[in-house]
């Protein structure tokens, strides 16, 4: 995965982008969670 | 729709699989007619404990987290107890597939007792009159005694694992009626035309119609209803069903088979689709990381005949079994395809002479199968 | 609660992690939850929040810019959430 920062719009709600481009913080996805049950290939 | 990054990611591989299903043995008290292992009699070549032991020792040093066993019916292994029990002493945890003919009210109170374990039971109708034509005689009652027996044990909230077929499809309403009537989970899978399913897929799988009522009830329902990622290919249709929205196999799951051969998942037990097996050199580990098979499904795919369709990203094409199993080609359309794709591709098989669809590569089913019999 | 720079926390005893190339895998085994840590930095993080009085102090010592201090937090507190980390 790139070291460098990326800006996603997955989680962060409008409001929260907003706030990002005004105070200029790094904005990087860092954890996501998956289900465990939750992958093809399984019955 | 999840974080295509993570996606990317995960379609390139792991270090170790995150979930990987274990059948422990071919033998099985039911003949299903969709059984997608073919199982029935057990095959002399089966692992022995020390044989299991020593894979999930290998898998204990992969941080394998949880594992998936099944079968044949898993229950069947005397020493299935003694397997589970070492895979959860070594911070494996496991969840076990089962038609339910073992749990009588002891093994529920067993069963009852242990931690990081979950159970699976099978069940493919509300009533026998839907489930025992697809699952055999007596199924049923076998299946809803041993719900019975882990309800009084106090086990928790186990699952009951549906295969959506054209017979129970206007059933989900009361399957998860059944599953909130025990505390259970309901998890609902995609029926795929693989082990004996090569041959019930026909008459069994849902019809175009149908699919769309799934799609719809899964929308409706999302988190509460469990689907192991399974109805992907029905992304075509709109807004994205929860989940990766990826095929799995051998990039994050993948199948250990009850003689230790290694296949990329439960769904493509043929040979085309074997990577190894545990005992070779290097083991299991070596299988994940180096096999020829798992490295090619870790390349990029391509969308082949799909490409000039505008829904291949979100319905991926497919599931690989699926379209395997079907004789259609892996770079192309599933033969589920919801804007009909495969369909047409199919007839035009089926109208040509020979016959393409591969079978598949064991067959362990009981040598008199008697009044196995598809509802139409 | 949600969690500040000045806030304790460390991983969950029952919770293990694997390490994976980009990053690793988190793992509860009571409640089932598997969460992707993605970025070598955020493990190191997860790591050590433990030895450090407080998330401020684990940052700086694995020397965290703290203009990533904003995505740090939201990630450790959504770890939180997922219970792979306990507020100590
Ligand atoms: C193969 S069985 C093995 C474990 C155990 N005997 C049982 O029936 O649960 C595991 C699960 O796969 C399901 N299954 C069987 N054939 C299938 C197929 N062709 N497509 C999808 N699922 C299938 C079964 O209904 C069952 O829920
Ligand atoms: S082959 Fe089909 S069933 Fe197996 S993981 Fe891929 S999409 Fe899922
Ligand atoms: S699906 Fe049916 S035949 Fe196959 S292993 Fe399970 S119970 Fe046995």
């Known amino acids: ?43 | 729709m999840s974080a295509s990054q993570l996606v990317t990611q995960l379609k390139r591989g792991l270090d170790a699989p995150i979930c990987l299903t274990w059948e422990l043995t071919y033998a099985c008290n039911l003949q299903c007619v969709h059984c997608l292992s073919s199982s029935g009699q057990r095959d002399d070549r089966e692992l022995t404990t020390e044989q299991a032991f020593a894979v999930l020792d290998e898998l204990r040093d992969l941080q394998v987290f949880y594992i998936n066993i099944g079968g044949g019916e898993p229950m069947i292994r005397r020493d299935f107890f003694d397997i589970i029990e070492y895979s959860i002493a070594n911070d494996i945890g496991v969840k076990f597939s089962t038609n339910g003919a073992f749990i009588d009210e002891k093994n529920a109170q067993r069963l009852a007792a242990m931690d990081y374990l979950d159970i699976q039971i099978s069940l493919d109708g509300v009533d026998a009159i839907t489930n025992d034509p697809v699952r055999g005689v007596g199924s049923y009652d076998i299946a809803r005694r041993a719900m019975d027996n882990l309800k009084a044990a106090n086990f928790g909230p186990f699952k009951i694992s549906v295969v959506v077929t054209r017979h129970n499809v206007d059933q989900l309403d009361e399957f998860k009626a059944l599953a909130d009537s025990y505390g259970a989970q309901l998890r609902i899978t995609r029926l795929r035309p693989s082990g004996r399913g090569v041959d019930s897929w026909n008459d069994l799988h849902p019809t175009n119609e149908q699919q769309v009522q799934i799609y719809n009830w899964l929308l409706a329902h999302g988190e509460n209803v469990l689907t192991g990622d399974s109805f992907f290919h029905l992304n075509a249709i709109g807004e994205a069903l929860p989940g990766l929205n990826m095929c799995g196999a051998g990039r994050v799951v993948c199948l250990i088979d009850p003689i230790g051969d290694v296949y990329a998942c439960p769904f493509v037990l043929h040979d085309q689709f074997k990577a190894g097996n545990v005992h070779d050199a290097g083991g299991f580990t070596s299988v994940w990381r180096d096999s020829e098979l798992f490295t090619s499904l870790r390349e990029p795919e391509s969308a082949g005949a799909c490409a000039s369709c505008g829904n291949y990203d979100s319905c991926q094409g497919g599931c690989m079994a699926a379209k395997f199993f079907t004789g259609l080609p892996l770079d192309g359309p599933d033969p589920e395809c919801v804007i009909g794709h495969g369909e047409a591709l199919l007839a035009e098989r089926q109208a040509s002479p020979v016959s393409i669809t591969p079978k598949p590569s064991k067959d362990h089913s009981k040598p008199a199968r008697s009044a196995l019999s598809v509802v139409s | 609660m949600t969690l500040t720079l000045s806030s304790a926390c460390a991983l969950h005893p029952q919770v293990a992690l694997r390490p994976e190339p980009f990053g690793a895998l988190a793992y509860h085994y009571g409640n089932r939850r598997l969460v992707f840590l993605k970025h070598p930095d955020v493990v190191r993080v997860v790591r050590e929040l433990g030895d450090h009085p407080s998330i401020a102090h684990t940052l700086r010592a694995c020397g965290i810019a703290t203009e990533r201090d904003a995505s740090f937090l939201q990630a450790l507190n959504q770890l939180t959430k997922s219970e792979i980390l306990r507020v100590c």
Do not use: H, R
């Open chain 1, 1 to 43: 995965m790139s070291p460098v920062a990326v800006a996603t719009a997955e989680t962060a709600s409008q409001e929260t982008l907003e706030t990002a481009s005004e105070v200029l913080v790094l904005e990087e996805l860092l954890v996501e969670e998956i289900s465990i049950d939750g992958m093809c290939g399984v019955y």
